[in-house]
């Protein structure tokens, strides 16, 4: 019986030995993967942090090159500097890539955050986004093609699709000034290339608005583009199976005013600055042909 006992007291033990072995051996899986799951957070932790410095000193020296490719077209507008595919320039990296720069017109829609706006810009503002509601019968995806989020209040007439500019029109005039405003809008862009200055003032007499109306449409409308959609998008010199071109996107504020050069005569200047900045996966002008630009090293 002694034996007996102690045979089952010895498996017994086996068994709680075992027991204790699947035990151990589980709580050292997991500690091996919370530490991996730990290294992992950590490696991501470290990318995201590397390419916060990347983005950050990528963003500035794009503000840098930028600044400096305008200054040097400043006598021009800034649509007549760049190739017909929207390319501004490109740089010949010594890391073997080329970065091409591109800019598109990004002012033609709405701005649908009105925050920080008082009065009478506010209250224009408002009326043209209700208007455009209107037309888009509240569709979201048309009304999110139809307004931003950034940059000035004015909508470039140059490159507004209709629909922006009758909601502005009919937030200030009445139906008989608004369509007739918006026909000659048309009429005007029409003509010309489309980066050109529309000038508003004739168009404004022709249509025989109020002075009052006229400050209201000058808040809300610009004969040209002020704001730019910048496209980095860096690929190798030579083409690479699998590589993909690694793009940076943003949008620019460029205004343009007078000034004196160091020989005291009259000369434009351009301040830019970037309201946003970020890598963009995917880019509809990508595919573009390349080389026909301006390089610099």
Same mark, same amino acid.
């Given at each position: 019986?002694?034996?007996? /006992? ?14 204790? #072995?699947?035990? @151990? ?15 992992? #957070? ?21 503000? &840098? $090159?930028?600044? /400096? ?5 400043? *006598? &021009?507008?800034? *649509? ?5 595919? $929207? ?10 890539? %080329?970065?091409? !720069? ?12 009105? %925050? ?6 506010? =209250? ?5 986004? +209700?208007? #455009? !509601? =209107? ?21 470039? !007439? ?18 008989? +000034? ?11 862009? /029409? ?6 200055? !529309?000038? @508003? ?13 006229? /400050? ?25 199976? $699998? ?29 830019? $600055? ?24």
């Amino acid at each position: 019986m002694m034996r007996r /006992a102690r045979g089952r007291g010895g498996a017994q033990r086996r068994g709680y030995a075992l027991a204790l #072995v699947v035990a @151990l051996s589980a709580v050292f899986v997991i500690m091996v993967a919370l530490m991996l799951d730990r290294d992992s #957070v950590s490696v991501r932790a470290a990318r995201r942090q590397a390419q916060t410095y990347a983005d950050h000193h990528l963003s500035k020296g794009m503000q &840098e $090159g930028l600044a /400096a490719w305008m200054r040097s077209n400043a *006598g &021009e507008p800034i *649509g007549a500097a760049l190739d017909d595919d $929207g390319l501004a320039f490109t740089i010949e990296a010594d890391s073997g890539q %080329s970065v091409e !720069v591109y800019l598109e017109q990004a002012q033609g829609t709405l701005l649908a955050d009105l %925050s920080g706006l008082t009065g009478p810009a506010l =209250e224009v503002g408002l009326r043209a986004l +209700k208007g #455009v !509601v =209107e037309q888009t019968g509240g569709d979201r995806a048309l009304i999110g093609r139809m307004t931003r989020t950034h940059g000035p209040l004015q909508v470039s !007439v140059r490159e507004a699709p209709v629909e922006v500019l009758r909601a502005i029109a009919g937030a200030v005039l009445d139906s008989t +000034k608004a369509e007739d405003l918006v026909s000659q809008i048309e009429q005007a862009r /029409a003509e010309g290339e489309s980066w050109e200055r !529309v000038n @508003l003032g004739p168009i404004f007499t022709q249509v025989n608005v109020s002075e009052e109306e006229r /400050a209201l449409l000058q808040m809300m409308l610009a004969g040209e583009t002020a704001l730019w959609r910048v496209v980095l998008q860096a690929v190798p010199r030579t083409p690479r199976p $699998g590589v993909e071109p690694v793009r940076y996107g943003g949008l620019l504020h460029a205004t343009s005013g007078p000034m004196r050069n160091s020989a005291g005569e009259s000369a434009t200047q351009r301040n830019t $600055g970037f309201l946003t900045w970020d890598r963009i996966e995917t880019w509809e002008g990508a595919g573009r042909g390349r080389g026909s630009g301006r390089e610099s090293r």
